[in-house]
């Protein structure tokens, strides 16, 4: 009987320390989905982190992706709304018309002076220079192929 014991126990560690380390892994994968907060540790640094789209009627995109989808909204005035789907976070602002894809992707960098120099030196083009809104500070640019995309931070990058 000896002989069974030992391995059993073993087995039994092994066990509990693996639902350990998942539901400790699960915990902190909720945690950088919380709704509300901005995922910010550094292995999401430079990744897409939200997907904006365009909208002609902010309360149609909302009603419709709600019922579809299931998204859950939170209403930033009459011109922005944005979205959590359980996964990913994104938003529709309001636009005159939607042109083209519509959707602008959003990367988060920790250090935005710095992301975009680096996008200026590698040949994109800086559409809208940094600008301050809710979340932190942004700014857009083109690839060289002409794909605008964002990047975002919690601050501007700027030395106090």
């Known amino acids: ?3 069974f014991r030992m391995p059993i126990l073993s087995v039994l560690t092994l066990c509990l320390f693996g639902f350990l380390s998942f539901t400790l892994y699960a915990q902190d994968s909720l945690h950088s989905t919380t709704k509300g907060s901005a995922v910010t540790v550094s292995n999401n640094n430079l990744r897409i982190d939200y997907i904006e789209f365009s909208a002609v009627d902010i309360a149609a995109v909302r009603n419709f992706y709600s019922a579809v989808f299931g998204w859950q909204f939170t209403d930033y005035g009459p011109d922005y709304t944005s979205f959590e789907d359980g996964r990913i976070s994104g938003g ?3 636009a ?3 042109s083209g894809s519509g959707v602008l992707v959003v990367i988060y960098s920790s250090e935005l002076e710095k992301t975009k120099d680096a ?3 590698n ?3 800086i559409t809208k220079p940094p600008f301050n809104f809710p979340g932190g500070w942004r700014f857009h640019f083109t690839d060289p192929s002409g794909n605008e995309l964002a990047v975002w931070s919690e601050n501007n990058g700027v030395k106090k």
Request: proline letters at 7%; zero cysteines.
């Open 1 to 3: 009987m000896k002989i």
């Open 92 to 94: 529709f602002a309001k």
């Open 96 to 98: 005159p018309s939607v």
């Open 119 to 121: 996008v200026v030196r």
């Open 123 to 125: 040949g994109g083009k």
